[in-house]
Antibody
Framework: EVQLVESGGGLVQPGGSLRLSCAAS????????MNWVRQAPGKGLEWVSY????????YYADSVKGRFTISRDNAKNSLYLQMNSLRAEDTAVYYC???????????WGQGTLVTVSS | QSALTQPPSASGSPGQSVTISCTGT?????????VSWYQQHPGKVPKLMIY???KRPSGVPDRFSGSKSGNTASLTVSGLQAEDEADYYC??????????FGTGTKVTVL
């Protein structure tokens, strides 16, 4: 069974940092592109970042470029999102999602809540 | 990377059809046949319903169909059922593995 489990969310002050993790199981993690998608409370979905299966191709939404860094460790079946210079508008549930074909996310984790507030 | 435009709400009675639009530009929806649709029930994770404009993943009822004309994609739910009441989001490829979601549409079954 495919499983994606996020962790690392929590309360952080504006300007602070947080590192999210996504543990994958039930499939060959190294064969799949992965993404982070977020959803602010009561709001819509926002694509955050993409990483290729080998970890070399990386893309970001303009809203997080220069502040967030996506990475993966295929040996550990894990995806990461390092978030720096956090702002109140980064408050959201962050989901990791498996990309089965271009832009098609077939499995999602349950999400981890990040709250940026003083 | 501006969000694609969807109507905030749509509704229909059981058995009827409802169509949701997703309007972008020639740089996203109009430029590629990579438009997907997701269903999200309250408190749940999104579920892929349509991919590559009009294809259905295994297990998705054929009541769900997708299409595209120019810069606007559409999702039609035929034979509405109570369990179809949810939020629906479109998404599009923008180029270089950059993606954008729509603003979301709340579908109500009357």
């Amino acid at each position: 069974e495919v499983q994606l489990v996020e962790s690392g969310g929590g309360l952080v002050q504006p300007g602070g940092s947080l590192r999210l993790s996504c543990a994958a199981s039930g499939f060959t993690f190294s064969s799949y592109e992965m993404n982070w998608v977020r959803q602010a409370p009561g709001k819509g979905l926002e694509w955050v970042s993409y990483i290729g299966s080998g970890g070399r191709a990386i893309y970001y939404a303009d809203s997080v470029k220069g502040r967030f860094t996506i990475s993966r460790d295929n040996a550990k079946n894990s995806l990461y999102l390092q978030m720096n210079s956090l702002r109140a508008e980064d408050t959201a549930v962050y989901y990791c999602a498996r990309e089965v074909t271009t832009i098609d996310f077939d499995y999602w984790g349950q999400g981890t809540l990040v709250t940026v507030s003083s | 990377q501006s969000a694609l435009t969807q109507p905030p709400s749509a509704s229909g009675s059981p058995g009827q059809s409802v169509t949701i639009s997703c309007t972008g530009t020639s740089s996203d929806v109009g430029g590629y046949n990579y438009v997907s649709w997701y269903q999200q029930h309250p408190g749940k994770v999104p579920k892929l319903m349509i991919y590559q404009v009009s294809k259905r993943p295994s297990g998705v009822p054929d009541r769900f169909s997708g299409s595209k004309s120019g810069n606007t994609a559409s999702l039609t739910v035929s034979g509405l059922q109570a369990e179809d009441e949810a939020d629906y989001y479109c998404s599009s490829y923008v180029g270089g593995n950059v993606y954008v979601f729509g603003t979301g549409t709340k579908v109500t079954v009357l």
